[in-house]
């Protein structure tokens, strides 16, 4: 591949995050969560868990603990998170994202190494590239059980961009949650949004927002005409309609 001639600062990556850019996996974290509060008769709003994604687990239920001033004891949500775990693992399955084969493709054809950068266990990862056939085309996985800090920490994509070995500025991320953007931004990495569960104006810490796969390949072919595929990623900011923004 290109990537394998170039000099080492010139070489680029794109690290992808998993729910919400690859699968439509966030369905499975929300009814794991709704049936393990439900136990306890609790409920939250859809969106509460939107904006938290890429979080630990941990840090997810200590967050709906606070916002609905739920008091549960620390020992009480501990035991949430265990459960909230058991029975995501019962109902995971894959649901990729329309275009999500073709745009990890295009990005290999390029010679661009890839990552997925994920806050979900990594054999959830592992799962979902074996279904889109990608497995062996991932240069790195880093998941949950990877980093001591989950997003908006930069820890996971920097470890992404160590293994990829690339600098930040040549490492692109693709990112569909607030966090997750952030997490980027913190590591210095040029980055996408994808608003797939969330309104674009909520991406905001994004360098550009696309608002489908087919667009991110699209502009992946536009941008290798101007670049060359090479060196720090061409990115301008555009602007999108919320009307008309979401993947799945």
């Known amino acids: 591949m290109t990537h394998l001639t170039l000099p080492a600062d010139q ?28 136990d306890i008769s609790l409920n939250f709003d859809d969106n509460s868990i939107y904006e938290l994604e890429g979080s630990s687990t ?3 239920i200590d967050r709906l603990n606070e916002l609905y001033g739920w008091s549960l004891p620390s020992s009480e949500r501990q035991r949430l998170v265990a459960v909230k775990r058991e029975r995501y693992a019962e109902m995971f399955t894959v649901l990729p994202i329309n275009g999500a084969s073709d745009c990890v ?25 074996d279904e889109l056939g990608l497995r062996e085309s991932v240069t ?26 690339v600098r930040a500025r040549c490492c692109l991320v693709v990112e569909n949650a607030p ?13 996408l ?7 674009a104006k ?13 667009e991110l390949s699209a502009w992946l072919a536009s941008e290798h005409r101007l670049s060359g595929g090479v060196g720090e990623w061409l990115i301008e900011p555009s602007v999108v309609d919320d009307a008309v923004s979401g993947t799945v």
């Open 193 to 199: 949004g994808l608003p797939t569960y969330l309104p």
């Open 140 to 165: 790195t996985i880093v998941g949950a059980e990877d980093c001591v800090e989950s997003k908006p920490s930069p820890a996971p994509y920097r470890r992404a961009q160590t293994e990829l070995g």
């Open 105 to 129: 493709n295009r990005a290999l054809s390029y010679g661009y190494r890839v990552a997925v950068v994920t806050g979900a266990p990594r054999r959830s990862a592992y799962q979902a590239l």
């Open 11 to 38: 070489q680029r990556a794109i690290a992808l995050d998993l729910d919400g850019v690859l699968i439509d996996g966030m369905r499975f974290h929300i009814a794991a969560w709704r049936s393990a509060l439900a």
């Open 179 to 191: 966090l997750g953007l952030e997490a980027a931004k913190f590591a210095g990495m040029p980055c």
């Open 202 to 214: 909520s991406l905001n810490r994004a360098d550009r927002v696309v608002r489908t796969l087919a």
């Open 58 to 60: 941990q840090t997810i």
